[in-house]
């Protein structure tokens, strides 16, 4: 909608986890490196927590497109509760179909494709996604799977990704022989101002456009409200963007980011603001002058 107007070739805030956005902070650089380690280091287990939104999944995915080709990636993105067994959910991921629906017929397809795997120089990465919905029995049933490994060869890393209260989980003393396997662990934090405002511009850089089109004020406020959290910063940078296009504006103020938050409390940040625009775009011809990114 507002991607010409801005000179845009991409949507810079859009939500979905697009590893080409990765902003590197100093914290989001440090675990990357951490991560690397894990997986060159021959870790068992290594963990990554952070709070909604804070980019966790991003992280992954940019690992994940970084790997080289000795290591088979499997990922579950979907975990919950209602986990019966990590077995058939692993196998998913990776593609294996067992002989039979058995617990030991998938217990025996995974691990002999994980040994199978290693015997041909590759080694086995099972990262679990959102993994504090992973009940105690579940996470057990990961470390004794872990077993495949000998004590000087690593067949089988695990990765656990999740929000704070998968920390909280792994501190339990049920769990207390699987958390002294974890090797490496890194806890993400919110941006900064300062790291908000360079991330604000490196996702407009990214998609094309002028750094500077939302004012240092602007960030600060959207920085403000969202607690540095980057899913809440694009969530209030994107209907920024819209309102700025409806009122045929070229830059994001602190004024319009104020007019937003009280259209958000209200219950209709994009209601107004998207009839708004969409009138707006069918009115402009094609050849209409557009704002060109430079401000």
């Not at 699987?178 to 090797?183: E, P, T």
Request: charged share 20%.
């Amino acid at each position: 909608m507002y991607l010409r107007h801005f000179g845009l070739n991409a949507k810079p805030f859009a939500m979905n986890p697009d590893p080409t956005f990765l902003y590197a902070s100093e914290q989001h650089a440090a675990a990357f490196t951490m991560l690397e380690y894990a997986i060159e280091s021959q870790a068992s287990f290594c963990l990554l927590t952070g709070e909604i939104g804070s980019g966790k999944t991003t992280l992954i995915r940019h690992l994940i497109r970084k790997l080289g080709d000795q290591v088979t990636v499997g990922l579950v993105s979907n975990t919950h509760q209602s986990f019966k067994s990590i077995h058939p959910w692993a196998l998913s991921a990776l593609g294996i179909v067992p002989d039979g629906d058995s617990d030991i017929a998938q217990y025996e397809a995974l691990t002999d494709f994980v040994i199978r795997d290693y015997g041909r120089g590759r080694r086995t990465l099972l990262i679990f996604d959102e993994a504090q919905n992973l009940s105690v029995r579940t996470l057990e049933e990961l470390r004794l799977l872990s077993n495949v490994n000998s004590e000087s060869d690593v067949a089988l890393q695990t990765l656990l990704v999740g929000q704070p209260e998968l920390r909280a989980k792994m501190a339990r003393p049920e769990l207390i022989q699987f958390a002294q396997r974890i090797a490496v662990d890194f806890h993400l934090n919110s941006l900064s101002l300062e790291e908000a405002k360079a991330y604000v511009g490196h996702r407009l850089k990214i998609a094309g456009g002028a750094e500077g089109i939302f004012s240092h004020e602007a960030i600060a406020l959207i920085h403000q409200q969202s607690g540095g959290i980057p899913r809440l910063i694009n969530q209030l940078c994107d209907v920024a963007l819209v309102y700025a296009f409806a009122d045929r504006r070229r830059r994001v103020d602190a004024a319009l980011v104020g007019q937003v938050l009280k259209d958000r409390h209200a219950g209709r940040a994009t209601e107004g603001s998207a009839e708004r625009a969409t009138a707006l775009a069918s009115t402009l011809e094609p050849d209409e002058p557009r704002f060109s990114g430079r401000l």
